[in-house]
């Protein structure tokens, strides 16, 4: 399989650590202790292909690429991967449930987010020596690798990633009398070319929209913003909020002159994220911070994607998704050591991921056979080098849990122009220090 190496993006993920695991235990087990750190894998440089039977849980939202991905492996090979897919709002517990009994899976999958948290708990197997082993190490998404180290070791690989990008619509574009080539380069052009599609006053059509509600959907698409423009969101330690500096208040006002001009969908004000990209997919949003996985589901109008812009120029992206690592409980590691390492190949990143238009988690691999097909998805790719990987233990309650902190600071500087940024930003903090 040919690749394209003339163009080489070192892939860098972000998202950020933590979750209520520890909640999930204490219902599920009368045992809350946390488990002691789990030995580490056998150490192979491609593991054990016998014929074993594996299992492995991955939440919905990552079927697609799951299932293409184990049936490509039990194609090729004589261990056979049985996966369980599993609603997103119940991975969590279940996961939780299977820890405190002993029962969870030879591998998982875990969203970034509760990776560090999940680590700490002890649920996943030592991979360090594994994946030293491994050639292509150093063209590994750094980001899922540092989301998955604690104390030196690493836990984890990336299994599937998501990117955060700017999307427009051509077509709108031109109707307004913007340049259909050419992707806003500042938030301020951002906000300017929204205008210009709100004020085609065509019904049911809106400049942008976003997620007011749903603290996920505004680390992903807002941090790079900060990103772009310079700054980090928080501390090296994530334990204190930076979400207070000059640009990250202009970032908010952005957004509050959008929200007053009428120029964002009005049901971005209670979006709590299950339909917060629905608007832009059916061609009824100009422009918005959009997941990259969601390309192939733009076929309506021809669709233009950029990094996201800062304050004054510069693109970043927020590269999410999930990692995957052996879990404390199985007894078959140097077959899931098989997996993970066919798993990280060109085979399976190029053969079956790029194939499919997702994002590879190798940077030697970016510019690829199938991505040089379509500039858009070279475009991701090559943005993805200059992403971000906030790592924080508390992130979920500090960001993503309902009525966060920063949930509460985006509201009340968008909708309310409370002028309260640094009293909220204090509060980010007072959660991301909790011990």
Same mark, same amino acid.
């Given at each position: 399989m040919r690749i394209f190496r003339n163009r080489r993006a070192r892939g860098v993920v972000g998202l950020v650590a933590a979750g209520a695991l520890a909640l999930g235990l204490a219902a599920c087990s009368g045992n809350t202790a946390a488990p002691s750190a789990s030995a580490p894998a056998s150490v192979s440089a491609s593991g054990t292909d016998d014929g074993a039977s594996l299992t492995l849980w991955t939440r919905a939202p990552l079927e697609k690429q799951a299932k293409l991905l184990v049936t490509a492996y039990n194609a090729s090979h004589k261990n056979q991967v049985q996966l369980t897919v599993? &609603?997103?709002?119940?991975?969590?517990?279940? %996961?939780?449930?299977?820890?405190?009994?002993?029962?969870? &899976?030879?591998?998982?999958?875990?969203?970034? %987010?509760? %990776? &560090?948290?999940?680590?700490k708990q002890g649920l996943f197997k030592d991979l360090t020596a594994n994946i030293d082993a491994m050639p292509f190490k150093d063209s590994i998404n750094k980001g899922h690798l540092a989301a998955g180290t604690s104390e030196g070791k690493e836990y984890v690989l990336p299994f599937v990633l998501d990117l955060s990008m700017l999307f427009w619509n051509k077509d709108l574009f031109k109707e307004a009398g913007l340049d259909p080539e050419k992707a806003p380069s500042t938030m301020a052009e951002y906000a300017a070319a929204a205008k210009k599609i709100q004020d085609l006053k065509k019904p049911g059509v809106y400049g942008t929209a976003t997620g007011l509600n749903c603290g996920g959907c505004l680390v992903f698409t807002w941090f790079p913003s900060i990103w772009a423009s310079g700054d980090q969101p928080m501390n090296p330690d994530g334990t204190a909020s930076l979400l207070n500096g000059a640009n990250a208040k202009k970032i908010y006002d952005t957004w509050a002159d959008l929200w007053a001009s009428g120029a964002v969908l009005p049901s971005s004000k209670d979006e709590a994220g299950p339909t917060w990209t629905a608007g832009f997919t059916e061609g009824k949003v100009g422009l918005m911070f959009y997941p990259a996985t969601l390309l192939s589901s733009t076929t309506k109008f021809d669709v233009g994607v950029a990094g996201i812009p800062g304050v004054d120029g510069g693109a970043s992206t927020f590269v999410g998704g999930d990692g995957i690592g052996i879990s404390k409980d199985s007894q078959k590691s140097p077959q899931a050591v098989n997996f993970l390492t066919w798993m990280m190949s060109e085979d399976a990143q190029v053969g079956v991921l790029a194939k499919d238009n997702d994002a590879v988690s190798r940077g030697d691999l970016a510019n690829n056979e199938f991505s040089a097909k379509d500039p858009r998805v070279v475009t991701i790719n090559e943005v993805a080098a200059k992403g971000g990987t906030p790592v924080a233990l508390n992130f979920q309650q500090a960001y993503n849990a309902v009525g966060s902190p920063w949930v509460t600071m985006v509201r009340n500087q968008v909708l309310n122009k409370a002028n309260t940024v640094d009293k909220d930003n204090e509060q980010i903090t007072a959660v991301l220090a909790q011990q």
């Open positions: 599993v &609603p997103n709002d119940d991975y969590v517990a279940k %996961v939780g449930a299977a820890a405190g009994s002993n029962s969870l &899976p030879d591998l998982f999958a875990a969203d970034i %987010v509760y %990776v &560090p948290n999940w680590i």
